[in-house]
């Protein structure tokens, strides 16, 4: 199956395969930003709560971004401790792909950042434009899981020019 996705799908098929991922969720993303979805109970709630939820389940979630998010995410940041020692991040400045595995078994390839207007749950009149591919073909997984992999281990920091930026201050701030 490789399913083209558009604007709203993102939402529809997207986020609602992440809530449930049963073994491991990785997302990269170059802007992260609070995102609210409406949980399996029909409230909405921010997403940071659905991964809390996940990690206290098992899931390993792992979080790569290109720059530190805004108050109102760390703000909610905060709120679930669960995240502050099971969720793993990496913040590095050149990451600009937008790459979502779930479990080994889709892998979402598109343009859409972690934000409200790009996945969230905002109007028609609000949402960005967006396109990606969702797939569980095996060779697109395994790449894109090796690519994701290739930065999260730190395999071009050798040679970065962009080191002063690197770190992950979202777990200082507590």
């Known amino acids: 199956m490789t399913q083209y996705?558009?604007?709203t799908d993102h939402y529809s098929e997207v986020i609602a395969r992440m809530m449930k991922a049963r073994r491991l969720l990785w997302i990269a993303t170059?802007?992260?930003k609070d995102l609210y979805v409406e949980s399996k109970t029909g409230r909405v709630v921010p997403f940071l709560k659905i991964l809390s939820?996940?990690?206290k389940k098992g899931v390993e979630v792992r979080l790569?971004?290109?720059k530190e998010p805004g108050q109102p995410f760390r703000e909610d940041f905060d709120k679930y401790p669960a995240l502050w020692g099971k969720m793993e991040r990496r913040l590095c400045?050149?990451?600009h792909a937008k790459l979502i595995a779930i479990d080994s078994e889709f892998v979402y390839i598109g343009s859409a950042n972690m934000t409200g207007a790009?996945?969230?749950m905002k109007s028609s009149a609000n949402r960005n434009f967006e396109a990606?591919?969702?797939t569980d073909e095996?060779?697109?997984i395994d790449s894109a899981m090796s690519h994701f992999d290739s930065i999260w281990e730190g395999t071009h920091c050798k040679n970065c020019g962009r080191k002063e930026f690197c770190g992950d201050r979202i777990k200082d701030i507590k």
């Open 93 to 95: 400045p050149r990451v």
């Open 138 to 140: 095996p060779g697109f």
């Open 5 to 7: 996705i558009a604007d």
């Open 53 to 55: 939820d996940l990690v």
């Open 30 to 32: 170059a802007d992260l």
């Open 132 to 134: 990606g591919i969702l």
């Open 118 to 120: 790009g996945m969230g």
């Open 64 to 66: 790569l971004h290109a």
